[in-house]
């Protein structure tokens, strides 16, 4: 296939050595237009048109022309579609021609962009959708029950365990709350956590009925205290975490029908074997205790570690060996220990603790969102288990899968490089900071976050004021800073560019779950 790209004199250089990078056979037109965005499609067709040319497949036109590109097609006869908007996406839209229907009014970015997400989530969802044929197939375990049965197994993607951290210190709506945003966020299973060393059995069927109510998802509970297991069952818990040798005799007979998580310690004496041997060795005795005791849905857990003390990697080591030993028994892996425990963002940590516990074959991703750094982890993860579910189908790195972790970084930069050639002949100036200050007479503004709404406060305090008089709401910056304008709120230029700086700084607070405190960075 022959392509030509048509784009203007500034983005030359960068356009031809972009799609150098491509397979296609294709050519670099650059008209006598500085910027691209200002070829019209009448303007490109009559050039076009004179240049004759013919002999091309398909003609990329600027994707940030404005209006319709079939005056190209009908000068040149030649089919003409909008490529992307930044050049940097061009070796993308090249290598999937033929894959993805361009459109005349809409630039290619976008539609390959939506093309490439589309098929990873139909990729995803297709399993999912014939998850009885797949699990008769290849096999698995159900969680839940009917309407709200959640798969489990090699075939399907890594389900992720939401844990409502500390849930007997809750009330009702709270807990509904947390389990509401568990399942907006994607998690498969919400977790009632309870607390170590305070049993309270008698909280839990409260518990258990206001998560129900709140969500269609299966429900378990994390408890390895015998009163609070029998509970829970009682209550119709859908999966239980956990049972160990410490427990395992009091507990078999009320979990014998329940998928249950099996752990390789004595937590009441507190024996956790160290060396990833040895906490294999004990894990296999106590499934296969829990199974002679009639324990019929076993899931494994080896107990992942924090980095260094007491150390990742042996533990690691331990889910790979079980896994070596024991291809059939799913296996729960614990990313908090880890997440929780280094001061690393989460989206990274996430990520790469769900690759290496798609390695080591694991099952169930247990996640829970304790300290403000590992908010949004559940989201984080369930977009990581389906890369390595689609990595791992596809034969392929977890990379341009449609799918991505990508939030503060990128992997193309679509801006174009500085030009200093521009500054020949203009006067060049050195921005300064102009110390003094003067009120705005229309007043002033405190800018909030409503974060449990997702929403970004702008409150008006008229001139010498102490009381608001206008509260301004909204979800993005730019909507509110248009109403501030359109009501007359603002009056002088330094005012109103700062207030925009701190509105978007606000948004992109709210976005990436940041502290927003006015007139302090955002990032340190």
């Given at each position: 296939?022959?392509?030509?790209?048509?784009?203007?004199?500034?983005?030359?250089?960068s356009?031809?050595?972009?799609?150098?990078?491509?397979?296609?056979?294709?050519?670099?037109?650059?008209?006598?237009?500085?910027?691209?965005?200002?070829?019209?499609?009448?303007?490109?067709a009559?050039?076009?048109k004179?240049?004759?040319?013919?002999?091309y497949?398909l003609?990329l036109?600027?994707?940030?022309?404005?209006?319709?590109?079939?005056?190209v097609?009908a000068?040149?006869?030649?089919?003409?579609?909008?490529?992307?908007?930044?050049?940097?996406?061009?070796?993308?839209?090249?290598?999937?021609?033929?894959?993805?229907?361009?459109?005349?009014?809409?630039?290619?970015?976008d539609?390959?962009?939506?093309?490439?997400?589309?098929?990873?989530?139909?990729?995803?969802?297709?399993?999912?959708?014939?998850?009885?044929?797949?699990l008769?197939?290849?096999g698995?375990?159900?969680?839940?029950g009917?309407?709200?049965e959640?798969?489990?197994g090699?075939?399907f993607?890594?389900?992720?365990?939401a844990?409502?951290?500390n849930?007997?210190?809750?009330?009702?709506?709270?807990?509904?709350?947390?389990?509401?945003y568990y399942?907006?966020?994607?998690?498969?299973?919400?977790?009632?956590?309870?607390?170590?060393?305070?049993?309270m059995?008698?909280?839990?069927?409260?518990?258990?009925k206001?998560v129900?109510e709140?969500?269609s998802?299966?429900?378990?509970?994390?408890?390895l205290?015998?009163?609070?297991i029998?509970?829970?069952?009682?209550?119709?818990?859908?999966l239980?975490?956990?049972?160990?040798?410490?427990?395992?005799?009091?507990?078999?007979?009320a979990?014998?029908?329940?998928?249950?998580?099996?752990l390789p310690?004595?937590?009441?004496?507190?024996?956790?074997?160290?060396?990833?041997?040895?906490?294999?060795?004990a894990l296999?005795?106590?499934?296969?205790?829990?199974?002679?005791?009639?324990?019929?849905?076993?899931?494994?857990?080896?107990?992942?570690?924090?980095?260094?003390?007491?150390?990742?990697?042996e533990?690691?080591?331990a889910?790979?060996?079980?896994?070596?030993?024991?291809?059939?028994?799913?296996?729960l892996?614990?990313?908090?220990?880890?997440v929780?425990?280094?001061?690393?963002?989460?989206?990274g940590v996430?990520?790469?603790?769900?690759?290496?516990?798609?390695?080591?074959?694991?099952d169930?991703?247990?996640?829970?969102e304790?300290?403000?750094k590992?908010?949004?982890s559940?989201?984080?993860?369930?977009t990581?288990?389906?890369?390595?579910?689609?990595?791992?189908?596809?034969?392929?790195?977890?990379?341009?899968?449609?799918?991505?972790?990508?939030?503060?970084?990128e992997?193309?930069?679509?801006?174009e490089?500085?030009?200093?050639?521009?500054?020949a002949g203009?006067?060049v100036?050195e921005?300064?900071?102009?110390?003094?200050?003067d009120?705005?007479r229309?007043g002033?503004?405190?800018i909030?976050?409503?974060?449990?709404?997702?929403l970004?406060i702008?409150a008006?305090?008229?001139?010498?004021?102490?009381?608001?008089d206008?509260?301004?709401?909204?979800?993005?910056?730019?909507?509110?800073?248009q109403?501030?304008?359109?009501?007359?709120?603002i009056?002088?230029?330094?005012?109103?560019?700062?207030?925009?700086?701190?509105?978007?700084?606000?948004?992109?607070?709210?976005?990436?779950?940041?502290?927003?405190v006015?007139?302090?960075?955002?990032?340190?």
């Amino acid at each position: 296939m022959r392509v030509l790209v048509v784009t203007g004199r500034l983005a030359e250089k960068s356009v031809r050595r972009l799609v150098s990078e491509s397979s296609k056979d294709v050519d670099v037109l650059a008209l006598p237009v500085s910027v691209a965005a200002f070829i019209t499609p009448e303007y490109a067709a009559k050039a076009l048109k004179a240049l004759r040319i013919r002999d091309y497949d398909l003609i990329l036109m600027p994707g940030a022309v404005r209006g319709d590109v079939s005056p190209v097609e009908a000068a040149t006869g030649v089919p003409t579609f909008k490529g992307p908007l930044h050049a940097a996406d061009l070796p993308l839209v090249l290598d999937l021609l033929g894959g993805v229907e361009l459109s005349k009014t809409v630039p290619a970015s976008d539609l390959v962009r939506d093309a490439v997400r589309e098929r990873a989530a139909a990729e995803v969802e297709e399993v999912d959708r014939k998850w009885r044929e797949v699990l008769r197939e290849h096999g698995g375990l159900v969680i839940g029950g009917e309407g709200y049965e959640v798969t489990v197994g090699r075939d399907f993607p890594m389900r992720v365990v939401a844990e409502i951290v500390n849930a007997p210190v809750l009330d009702a709506g709270a807990v509904q709350r947390r389990a509401r945003y568990y399942a907006a966020e994607g998690a498969d299973i919400i977790d009632i956590g309870m607390l170590a060393g305070s049993p309270m059995p008698e909280k839990i069927e409260g518990i258990v009925k206001a998560v129900k109510e709140a969500v269609s998802l299966p429900v378990s509970i994390d408890t390895l205290e015998p009163s609070e297991i029998e509970a829970a069952v009682a209550a119709g818990v859908d999966l239980v975490l956990s049972v160990d040798s410490g427990n395992l005799e009091e507990v078999a007979s009320a979990v014998s029908e329940v998928p249950v998580v099996v752990l390789p310690s004595n937590m009441r004496e507190g024996r956790l074997p160290r060396r990833a041997e040895e906490r294999v060795a004990a894990l296999r005795e106590n499934i296969e205790r829990a199974r002679a005791l009639g324990v019929g849905k076993v899931i494994a857990d080896l107990v992942l570690e924090p980095p260094l003390h007491p150390g990742l990697m042996e533990s690691m080591k331990a889910y790979q060996l079980f896994r070596q030993m024991d291809g059939e028994t799913p296996m729960l892996f614990g990313l908090g220990n880890a997440v929780e425990l280094i001061d690393v963002d989460s989206p990274g940590v996430n990520g790469l603790l769900t690759a290496l516990a798609c390695e080591v074959g694991a099952d169930l991703l247990f996640v829970p969102e304790f300290s403000p750094k590992a908010t949004g982890s559940v989201r984080e993860t369930v977009t990581a288990a389906r890369m390595m579910f689609l990595a791992r189908r596809r034969g392929t790195v977890p990379k341009d899968l449609g799918i991505d972790l990508l939030i503060l970084k990128e992997k193309r930069r679509r801006e174009e490089p500085y030009d200093r050639s521009v500054e020949a002949g203009v006067e060049v100036i050195e921005a300064e900071e102009d110390q003094s200050f003067d009120w705005d007479r229309a007043g002033w503004f405190k800018i909030e976050i409503d974060r449990e709404r997702g929403l970004i406060i702008a409150a008006h305090f008229p001139h010498g004021g102490s009381d608001a008089d206008v509260i301004i709401k909204g979800k993005e910056a730019r909507e509110i800073y248009q109403t501030i304008i359109r009501r007359r709120l603002i009056s002088k230029l330094d005012h109103a560019a700062y207030l925009g700086k701190e509105l978007e700084k606000a948004e992109t607070a709210l976005r990436l779950g940041r502290s927003y405190v006015q007139d302090e960075r955002l990032f340190a």
